[in-house]
Structure formats: structure tokens, C-alpha cells
């Protein structure tokens, strides 16, 4: 949300309830191809990330409580 707004899901093409779990196909991320320099370098951060898997456990909700801290 901190760079795409509201939009973003939109943008992204996932729904705003997904779970993360939902935005993968196989070992493939399942988001739009986006244009915009600061999108483009999430989208980056997102590919590199690793796709989850059954053997990883279930998704949980994590809110931001301030820069790269979480719980």
C-alpha cells in the first residue's frame, strides 16, 4: 500500500482478500505485468521472493508496526 495506494490490488491484479498462497501458480507468482519505475522495482522484490509451498505451513497476518518490523 506504501507504493501503490489503495489501487494496488487493482494494479496488481489480485483480489484484496487473496491470500498469498492464491497470487501463485506452480512455482510462478501470479501478478500483472506493471509498468511505472517503483512498481517496477516491487515487482522485482516480489519475483525474488520465493513462492510458498504446502511443506512452508499455512499464511498468517502480519501488521506492520513500523519500518521493516512486523508482528
Known amino acids: 500500500m506504501n507504493i501503490t ?3 494496488g490490488t ?3 491484479g489480485v483480489s484484496r482478500n ?5 497470487t501463485v501458480e ?3 507468482w501470479k501478478i500483472r505485468r506493471i ?8 515487482m522485482l522484490q ?3 521472493a520465493p513462492t510458498p509451498t504446502i ?7 502480519l501488521w506492520r508496526q513500523g ?5
Open 18 to 22: 487473496a491470500k498469498v498462497a492464491d
Open 55 to 61: 511443506a512452508a505451513g499455512c499464511d498468517r497476518v
Open 26 to 28: 506452480g512455482n510462478n
Open 35 to 42: 509498468r511505472g519505475i517503483q512498481l517496477q522495482e516491487m
Open 10 to 12: 487493482r494494479i496488481l
Open 46 to 48: 516480489i519475483r525474488q
Open 5 to 7: 495506494g489503495a489501487a
Open 67 to 71: 519500518p521493516g518490523k512486523y508482528a
